[in-house]
């Protein structure tokens, strides 16, 4: 009997019965983290790592039917012996390691192999198939080493306040905001929209430590933030929230910004490679590291990824899936009311 079958559903544990990270209703859902591409409503029940069960509370309904374990924390679903362990990419990310009969699958969801000093980091697990993501699967993408970037973002906002200008950062919510926060603590008061300080909360209330923040409102007084720090979504590039911060200066944090810069996003003023993804090297490490007979490649740049692997010989194979970054601007969007 085969571990893990591909469905429409998403991943599919035949003997488990349960599916995991599915993007439709299912009975029994096993998930890696909390981004909304990986972590949907509809479940009948959840199970997560201990991290991720506020921030799925919060993030689909404070009543869903749902169980937390910590990492390396073993359960027995249906014969199947199911297991978190860390994966580096936010808080409360988890690999999913499965093992049947002997035979062992991890599915890595989405994953960081750098320590960035906040999220429980990442471990690699041996396993006979490895289901890897490959969002920056290109030789081209490189990250900075976390104290070079933060040197960089800091500078950013020194020379800004020298100009009497606010410094807005703009990243994810869930995440990528917490990132941001971390790299940044003690430079000054650090302001926050409230879809990051919901989750802020979420995330404190499992006794971990956040930078501490203040909670930009909608009536807020201009002369409190001028020449602070400001973090909102990417959902309110250009919102009546960002015209009215006195003096803006704007900088979108995310591991594109490595290449695309303000190609992408040309209505900021600077871009800053913040990922919370592998690169390059570190997929190609990880894959190694589990020493896997069969690597099955997802969302990203899969079809590269995985030539690559073959060519290196590690049996390879794209799998499609409804995974992805852009994908959160879905939440981000409901989110910002401002």
Not at 44 to 54: A, G, I, N, Q, V
Not at 129 to 142: A, D, H, R, V, W
Not at 224 to 241: E, F, H, Y
Request: contains cysteine; glycine residues 6%.
């Amino acid at each position: 009997m085969k571990l893990i079958r591909f469905t429409k559903k998403g991943l599919y544990c035949v003997p488990g019965k349960f599916y995991l990270d599915p993007w439709y209703p299912v009975d029994y859902a096993v998930i890696s983290h909390g981004h909304a591409d990986h972590a949907r409503w509809g479940m009948k029940h959840y199970l997560c790592h201990y991290h991720s069960k506020p921030i799925l509370q919060h993030r689909i309904n404070s009543d869903i039917s749902i169980q937390s374990l910590g990492y390396n924390e073993p359960i027995t679903i249906n014969g199947v012996i199911v297991s978190f362990h860390p994966a580096g990419h936010i808080i409360g990310s988890a690999q999913i390691r499965l093992e049947y009969k002997g035979f062992i699958v991890v599915f890595t969801g989405d994953y960081k192999t750098t320590d960035d000093g906040l999220t429980v980091p990442y471990e690699p697990v041996k396993c006979h198939e490895f289901i890897t993501e490959s969002t920056f699967g290109l030789p081209i993408y490189k990250w900075l080493p976390d104290a070079i970037l933060k040197q960089q973002m800091q500078n950013w906002i020194t020379t800004n306040q020298s100009n009497n200008r606010t410094s807005v950062f703009f990243g994810y919510s869930l995440g990528k905001a917490q990132r941001i926060m971390k790299m940044l603590e003690g430079m000054d008061d650090i302001y926050v929209h409230n879809a990051i300080h919901k989750l802020n909360e979420a995330i404190v209330s499992t006794d971990i430590k956040l930078p501490e923040t203040r909670l930009i409102t909608s009536n807020f007084n201009k002369k409190d933030i001028q020449n602070k720090i400001v973090i909102l979504p990417p959902s309110l590039l250009g919102s009546r929230l960002l015209k009215r911060i006195p003096n803006a200066a704007t900088a979108v944090c995310s591991g594109w910004m490595q290449i695309r810069g303000n190609r992408r996003w040309r209505s900021v003023d600077a871009g800053f490679p913040v990922s919370d993804h592998a690169d390059w090297d570190g997929l190609l490490s990880a894959v190694k590291a589990t020493e896997a007979e069969k690597v099955y490649v997802t969302h990203g740049s899969q079809a590269t990824f995985s030539k690559y692997l073959n060519e290196v010989g590690i049996p390879s194979e794209e799998v499609k899936t409804e995974y992805g970054e852009d994908q959160l601007n879905e939440v981000e969007a409901k989110a910002s009311t401002a």
